[in-house]
């Protein structure tokens, strides 16, 4: 099966995708603008090289994104934006400790921003997508610092990249970090998968690192392409090597939510001992996981006709706080969408999925009843016809009195012996009847058009 990755961004990238050392030499030659005083010079490069991230091919180093948030302070000082440009200094400070205080001998403007930035706030834990490689200022780690910007790159299991922005402090992630775009080539067994889930498990439980992340990718990349829906038993296994793959990146809290729903849909599931190992910071995580409730569960817009499944089970509601399996499936069972959706992540707009389930289920009616419907269908569309066309005569035909109407009231208006006093009235009903016989003549015309198209 192939799987393709993408976001808007990189699709446009074409021969401009950039090495990081072409990005560094950017930001470099940047810095130099402005300590020469070419401010607008500084700013555009500042701009380019923000627009450059969602074509790199490899994470950016810890250094590098601290440079890019120094350039950015001083460009959003530069346009009017004092907040962003201290959230920006005190995050390429928080980054590069020992090379802020260099830069900030360089330049007077970056120390003063160093001197007012605020404290770090604390770390927010943000959805990424199931087993995306994701990094936030050059750190795999699917975390930022509250009110500070942050450079976002997301790679897919097999390695491209998904997308890449600079991400505004003040600015929710955007929806490719938890929504990567896919396109499957072929079904994928839900066999398939459970095989891959068993393969993760026994690499775990064997410490072998690259054959486990190996089985994580085939089932990031199958799950959206499943033919068929999951049973809860299967939606548990894959979130509990979700929670795997989330403690080993350091996120604490993603994990517990993940083996918190392992929990709840596989109450008998007995752990193997790398979960339950006493002292170990992955068996407390997984102890904790099984002694909070269930969360409270959030109703979802499910388009009409379309049967909504979470985590193999059907419902018209999600878990406020958990991740989430998320199916769509026509009432007969055709598979229309999965996705791995994280704790809090809104769904996507799925009024389109609505369509193809009004398509599978006419396509599934007896053919004696598919021709009725058909057939109500015609006669539908011929009765509109009829009345279209039929309304649109008689509004000619008003037009037409109206027009008659009109040419009486000019023959008075002109009449020589038309009293003085009623000549005012007269060019007043001679106006209101043309006004009329115009406008029903627009209608009528109308009408009759729309009922050739329907």
Known sequence: MILVWFSAAL???????????AFQESLDGAWSMLLEGDDDAFRA???????????????????DAARFHRNRAL??????????????????????????????????????????????????????????????????????????????????????????????????????????????????AIESLVQDVEAAEAAFAALDVDGFEAALQRIASGLPCVDQALRPTQAAAIHRLEGLRLYTSGSRLGA????????????????????????STLGDLWTRAGSVGSPPWQPVDV?????????????????????GIVQLLTPTGRHLWTRYVPAEAPLPDLAGLGLAAGE???????????????????????????????????LLVGSGLMYGLNARHVADYRDPTEPPEGLASARIAANRAATASAGLLVLGSVSIGASFVF
């Not at 849909?265 to 007995?270: G, I, K, Q, S, T």
């Not at 388009?303 to 991740?323: K, Y």
């Not at 598919?370 to 066309?389: F, I, M, P, T, V």
């Open 11 to 21: 699709g446009a990238c074409g021969d401009d995708a950039l090495t990081n050392a």
């Open 45 to 63: 490069e500042v701009y380019e090289a923000e627009k450059a991230i969602a074509c790199l091919q490899a994470p950016v180093t810890v250094v």
């Open 75 to 188: 460009a959003s000082s530069l346009s009017g934006d004092p907040k962003g440009a201290l959230a920006s200094a005190a995050a390429s400070f928080r980054l590069a400790p020992e090379q802020a205080p260099l830069w900030a001998q360089e330049n007077t403007a970056y120390s003063q921003l160093l001197d007012q930035a605020p404290d770090p706030g604390p770390v927010d834990e943000f959805a990424t997508s199931l087993a995306a490689r994701v990094y936030t200022d050059g750190s795999p780690v699917p975390a930022r610092q509250t009110g500070q910007p942050v450079l976002v790159q997301v790679f897919s299991p097999e390695g491209p990249p998904v997308g890449g922005a600079w991400i505004d402090a003040r600015s929710p992630m955007p929806d490719w970090v938890a929504f990567p775009t896919v396109s499957c080539a072929d079904d994928v």
């Open 256 to 279: 517990l939510r993940s083996f918190q729903e392992a929990q709840l849909l596989d109450p008998a599931f007995v752990p193997p001992e790398a979960l339950t190992r006493e002292g």
């Open 303 to 323: 388009p009409e006709g379309v049967v909504l499944r979470i985590d193999g089970i059907a419902s018209s509601a999600r878990p406020a706080t958990l991740p």
């Open 360 to 394: 599978d289920a006419e396509s599934q009616l007896p053919p004696a009843l598919a021709l009725y419907r058909q057939d109500e269908r015609k006669r539908s569309r011929s009765n509109l016809r009829r009345g279209l066309q039929m309304g649109g005569a008689a």
